[in-house]
């Protein structure tokens, strides 16, 4: 398992540095730099071993984007998502734009202004189903408890 998501990541990296430099209309992955280790030393916060982990095991939510930026989780200039088209609408639609944009072997009626609300409607799904899983497992941890 390790292996597959290790050739996801290189494989969805090295499409990302293609589209940028060729220049093609694209969905981007991006994720700013952690900062909650320069909040905690900048206010002298103490921290233990359970804040340690607490923090250690604290990401920062990525988005999507039409400019190629930095996914600071995965340490990668510029990264997208498209090796998950059967489960993630951003990487279908991203297998569309390569087909069109390099391949040359489809055509959609392509237009840069539906491409931006589309981007924005990928990331307010995304908060969406974030929110949905949240409550979900909070659901689920409840169910667990009440069993035993």
Known sequence: ETIINEFAVLYNYLVAIMAKELKIPFVYKIQDDEYIS????????????????????????????????????????VYTGICNPLRDYPCLYNQYLLHQFFFKDIYMNFDYK????LIEYFNKRKVEIELYKAEYDREARIALRRKK
């Open 38 to 77: 320069e909040f905690v030393s900048k206010k002298g916060l103490k921290v233990n071993d359970t804040t340690k982990r607490l923090i250690d095991g604290t990401y920062l939510e990525s988005k999507y984007s039409n400019k190629p930026s930095r996914h600071s989780g995965l340490d990668k200039e």
């Open 114 to 117: 539906f491409f931006l609300e």
